[in-house]
């Protein structure tokens, strides 16, 4: 017999309010605006309750997401944030950039016929709705803090993702923690990586605040490999971390790299983002100016150097990208609002030379077609270029965001450091202890540039095996 039943329609999922485009591409506010009361609870209510929650798999930290949720779908806000602090140290952050789009929500349910709960979103509702009440709340989401281990002490290099959520940790079995930042500011690329318009400076501010107020102790301007030595510090502490992130750049290897205007985007972000060059002349920090830029890359971080060049006052932004959008590995999100905001992009498109004039100041690149061949080692199809194809491109800035490498500063100083072939320090993977007994490390200098969340699961990792080293 056949059923006539009308089926259920789904439910939408609800959408995050953003600054219009026109607004935003002239301030560095943040652009999504987050989620109302009753938008949270319209998107909670979308939530399954999946007895098997497959979402949970999908996070590198394992939130207990479907729990969290329904503490929302109820109102009760607290412990939605207690919840989700038991696992994640950073939630407001991770709520902002992480990509949850390949990681928890690829796994909802809903996904598989619809949208997924916009779980990130939900994350940062609680993260911002909830004020801890006190620091040791803030960090660990219980009103009590641990009562403090006498003579034993923690050291971490680097104050990114990966040495934050270790330090947390620690801090929160109450193990004294000193962080020790080669820059004059905390949080790592937090800080001076990605634009204040994705993750504004004072939530990450809060979220290290939070860890002063419970002990940790941050020393700025103290370079690992430099004036902080490794080996110095295992004998001083009964656990080193090393999360200094891998912050080498790059470069394209054409012609004309070394004309004036030709920049990393490590350099140019750290230039407006720590440097606060966006907010000149109050911050004397001036990132060089641009009329026409090309930016090389189709990362997140490509998005964020372009999206900053248009608010830093660029007429025209290219983003050249030897592939098509398909095989963009930058966040869909990133790159909607990108286009939204005036951000062209060059497809199928391969740098062959920069030109510039008789001053060295960059003027042009030189561009090739491309088209796309048999899949290569990373599973994309291979780039191949087109015979008699070039083009040139009006550039005065050119940013080159292809990634970053190790940094040898602190390897170099290191010797004892095994590393792995690509030059990354080689650890346990399930609890990220180095060649050196009772040094640590995680992040992008084990894994080379990956996601925030990502190196907070390392940092999480070393943390509980560093408290269960130390207290037994």
Same mark, same amino acid.
């Not at 902080?228 to 080193?240: F, G």
């Not at 920090?285 to 372009?306: E, H, L, Q, R, S």
């Not at 990108?338 to 510039?356: D, H, I, K, Y």
């Not at 990373?378 to 940013?399: F, H, K, V, W």
């Given at each position: 017999?056949?059923?006539?039943?009308?089926?259920?329609?789904?439910?939408?999922?609800?959408?995050?309010?953003?600054?219009?485009?026109?607004?935003?591409?002239?301030?560095?506010?943040?652009?999504?605006?987050?989620?109302?009361?009753?938008?949270?609870?319209?998107?909670?209510?979308?939530?399954?309750?999946?007895?098997?929650?497959?979402?949970?798999?999908?996070?590198?930290?394992?939130?207990?997401?479907?729990?969290?949720?329904?503490?929302?779908?109820?109102?009760?806000?607290?412990?939605?944030?207690?919840?989700?602090?038991?696992?994640?140290?950073?939630?407001?952050?991770?709520?902002?950039?992480?990509?949850?789009?390949?990681?928890?929500?690829?796994?909802?349910?809903?996904?598989?016929?619809?949208?997924?709960?916009?779980?990130?979103?939900?994350?940062?509702?609680?993260?911002?709705?909830?004020?801890?009440?006190?620091?040791?709340?803030?960090?660990?989401?219980?009103?009590?803090?641990?009562?403090?281990?006498?003579?034993?002490?923690?050291?971490?290099?680097?104050?990114?993702?990966?040495?934050?959520?270790?330090?947390?940790?620690?801090?929160?079995?109450?193990?004294?923690?000193?962080?020790?930042?080669?820059?004059?500011?905390?949080?790592?690329?937090?800080?001076?990586?990605?634009?204040?318009?994705?993750?504004?400076?004072?939530?990450?501010?809060?979220?290290?605040?939070?860890?002063?107020?419970?002990?940790?102790?941050?020393?700025?301007?103290?370079?690992?490999?430099?004036?902080?030595?490794?080996?110095?510090?295992?004998?001083?502490?009964?656990?080193?971390?090393?999360?200094?992130?891998?912050?080498?750049?790059?470069?394209?290897?054409?012609?004309?790299?070394?004309?004036?205007?030709?920049?990393?985007?490590?350099?140019?972000?750290?230039?407006?983002?720590?440097?606060?060059?966006?907010?000149?002349?109050?911050?004397?920090?001036?990132?060089?100016?641009?009329?026409?830029?090309? /930016? &090389?890359?189709? %990362?997140?971080?490509?998005?964020?150097? $372009?999206?900053?060049? *248009?608010? @830093? #006052? !660029?007429?025209?932004?290219?983003?050249?990208?030897?592939?098509?959008?398909?095989?963009?590995?930058?966040?869909?999100?990133?790159?909607?609002?990108?286009?939204?905001?005036?951000?062209?992009?060059?497809?199928?498109?391969?740098?062959?030379?920069?030109?510039?004039?008789?001053?060295?100041?960059?003027?042009?690149?030189?561009?090739?077609?491309?088209?796309?061949?048999?899949?290569?080692?990373?599973?994309?199809?291979?780039?191949?270029?087109?015979?008699?194809?070039?083009?040139?491109?009006?550039?005065?800035?050119?940013?080159?965001?292809?990634?970053?490498?190790?940094?040898?500063?602190?390897?170099?100083?290191?010797?004892?450091?095994?590393?792995?072939?690509?030059?990354?320090?080689?650890?346990?993977?399930?609890?990220?202890?180095?060649?050196?007994?009772? /040094? &640590?490390?995680? %992040?992008?200098?084990?894994?080379?540039? $990956?996601?925030?969340? *990502?190196? @907070? #699961? !390392?940092?999480?990792?070393?943390?509980?095996?560093?408290?269960?080293?130390?207290?037994?």
């Amino acid at each position: 017999m056949e059923n006539n039943t009308p089926k259920k329609p789904a439910i939408p999922r609800t959408a995050m309010p953003c600054q219009p485009p026109e607004e935003r591409r002239h301030n560095f506010k943040e652009v999504a605006l987050g989620y109302t009361k009753e938008m949270a609870a319209a998107e909670a209510s979308r939530c399954m309750q999946c007895k098997k929650p497959l979402c949970v798999g999908g996070c590198p930290v394992e939130v207990p997401i479907r729990d969290f949720i329904r503490e929302v779908q109820q109102g009760n806000l607290e412990e939605a944030y207690r919840i989700i602090k038991g696992t994640n140290s950073l939630p407001a952050v991770c709520g902002r950039v992480c990509p949850q789009e390949r990681q928890c929500e690829s796994k909802c349910v809903l996904g598989k016929k619809g949208e997924p709960v916009a779980i990130g979103r939900l994350e940062r509702f609680v993260a911002d709705s909830y004020i801890a009440s006190s620091a040791c709340e803030q960090v660990t989401g219980d009103n009590a803090c641990a009562v403090p281990v006498k003579g034993k002490k923690v050291a971490c290099i680097g104050s990114g993702p990966s040495s934050l959520t270790c330090a947390g940790v620690c801090a929160a079995a109450g193990i004294k923690v000193d962080v020790f930042e080669a820059l004059h500011e905390p949080g790592g690329v937090l800080i001076y990586g990605i634009p204040a318009f994705r993750l504004p400076k004072n939530v990450v501010a809060i979220e290290i605040n939070g860890l002063r107020q419970t002990g940790v102790d941050f020393h700025l301007n103290h370079v690992g490999g430099k004036t902080v030595d490794v080996a110095e510090l295992a004998q001083e502490y009964d656990a080193v971390f090393i999360g200094v992130g891998a912050g080498l750049p790059m470069f394209l290897g054409v012609p004309g790299e070394n004309l004036v205007g030709v920049f990393s985007a490590n350099e140019y972000l750290t230039r407006v983002n720590l440097g606060r060059a966006y907010d000149f002349p109050n911050y004397d920090t001036p990132a060089y100016p641009g009329k026409n830029v090309t /930016v &090389f890359g189709a %990362g997140n971080v490509a998005m964020d150097a $372009a999206r900053t060049a *248009l608010r @830093m #006052g !660029a007429e025209n932004v290219h983003v050249v990208y030897r592939r098509t959008r398909a095989e963009m590995p930058a966040r869909l999100e990133e790159v909607e609002h990108a286009e939204e905001e005036g951000v062209q992009f060059a497809m199928l498109s391969a740098p062959l030379r920069f030109n510039g004039d008789e001053n060295m100041l960059l003027k042009s690149v030189t561009l090739q077609k491309m088209e796309l061949g048999e899949p290569d080692a990373s599973g994309r199809r291979r780039p191949l270029p087109i015979a008699g194809s070039e083009y040139e491109m009006d550039t005065d800035l050119a940013i080159v965001a292809l990634g970053t490498r190790s940094n040898p500063v602190l390897l170099d100083a290191t010797p004892a450091l095994k590393l792995n072939k690509r030059g990354y320090i080689e650890v346990n993977e399930e609890t990220g202890e180095t060649s050196m007994p009772g /040094v &640590f490390a995680g %992040g992008d200098i084990v894994t080379g540039s $990956a996601t925030v969340i *990502l190196a @907070m #699961g !390392a940092g999480r990792r070393a943390g509980q095996a560093i408290v269960k080293r130390i207290l037994g």
